[in-house]
């Protein structure tokens, strides 16, 4: 497993422990995006592949699960076909969302969540499934489903603004979904808006952080990036690409500095190995 692939483990499994933990708040943003960075041309665009539809997506992976957990979907399913009380369908909800993501399967998981925060009305919980499925999307090979997540996203995330129209972190969602669609300097738009009016926004910093990097501007990616790790100083993605743009504008120390961090935070010899090696390479 290369060192990207490593982070990208460590971001997915940020995203589920945030499953089980979400009560009346959304994880931070920012903190557990997946970390395949955005390129000029994006993975896809609206045009490209087609879109498939939920019930495809659930009928597919309902194959794929043991008996019992078939039983125990079937089940929180009909409490929502039958269930006349709104609380009894965010209950339910809430408890399928846990089991799609116990199963592995974040994006059902995340879509079980969404449907949960348009019953309460909570930008909140919008929000978080937003993010869950924009961090799906990152590592989906699969450009149909690619394409449901981010237009899944997309209405979560206009549901969420109806609700409060104002809120950074669903404006830094819409534009990675404009990003991710191809939409790209309407989305980097976007993001630059945010950091305008919130200088320290994480989630608009990390994104144009990332990109600074893939379009080689390094300086502006350290600018950017520091600004995460001061507010978050055990952000492994943000130590990561930090230590990268430090890397590449020439500081070598900073950038072992920040890579040896990585590997105090993340505690696995895997990891410790691919880094390493990656050191050595440019030492």
């Known amino acids: 497993m290369g060192k990207k ?16 933990a979400f009560g009346e708040r959304v994880a931070q943003t920012g903190q557990a995006p997946a970390v395949k960075m955005a390129t000029n041309g994006a993975k896809m665009s609206e045009s490209q592949g087609r879109l498939v539809s939920f019930d495809e997506i659930l009928t597919k992976a309902k194959k794929s699960i043991p008996s019992d957990a078939q039983l125990r979907v079937t089940q929180l399913e009909n409490n929502i076909t039958r269930g006349d009380l709104s609380r009894q369908k965010i209950r339910a909800y809430n408890e ?5 993501d116990s199963l592995g399967h974040s994006s059902i998981a995340a879509y079980y969540k969404g449907e949960q925060g348009k019953l309460e009305n909570s930008e909140k919980t919008l929000t978080f499934a937003a993010y869950l499925l924009l961090t799906r999307q990152e590592s989906t090979t699969d450009p149909s489903i690619s ?27 819409l534009a990675k979904v404009d990003v991710a669609s191809g939409s790209v300097m309407k989305g980097v738009q976007q993001l630059l808006e945010v950091v305008k009016h919130d200088p320290k926004n994480i989630a608009a910093n990390m994104t144009l952080g990332r990109m600074s990097i893939t379009s080689a501007q390094f300086m502006k990616a350290v600018k950017r990036l520091e600004v995460v790790v001061d507010q978050q100083p055990h952000n492994v993605e943000a130590l990561y690409y930090l230590a990268e743009a430090y890397k590449n504008t020439g500081d070598k120390e900073k950038a072992i500095a920040l890579f040896n961090k990585c590997k105090d935070l993340v505690h696995d010899s895997g990891f410790d190995q691919e880094i390493d090696d990656y050191i050595n390479s440019f030492k």
Do not use: H, R, T
């Not at 990208?8 to 945030?18: E, F, K, M």
């Not at 399928?96 to 799609?100: H, I, P, T």
């Not at 394409?147 to 969602?173: C, H, I, R, T, Y």
């Open 96 to 100: 399928l969302a846990k089991v799609w």
């Open 147 to 173: 394409k449901w997540e981010l237009s899944k996203a997309k209405s979560f995330l206009m549901s969420a603004k109806e609700l409060n129209p104002q809120s950074d972190s669903v404006k830094v969602g």
């Open 5 to 20: 692939q490593w982070i990208l483990a460590i971001a997915g499994l940020i995203v589920v422990a945030a499953i089980y």
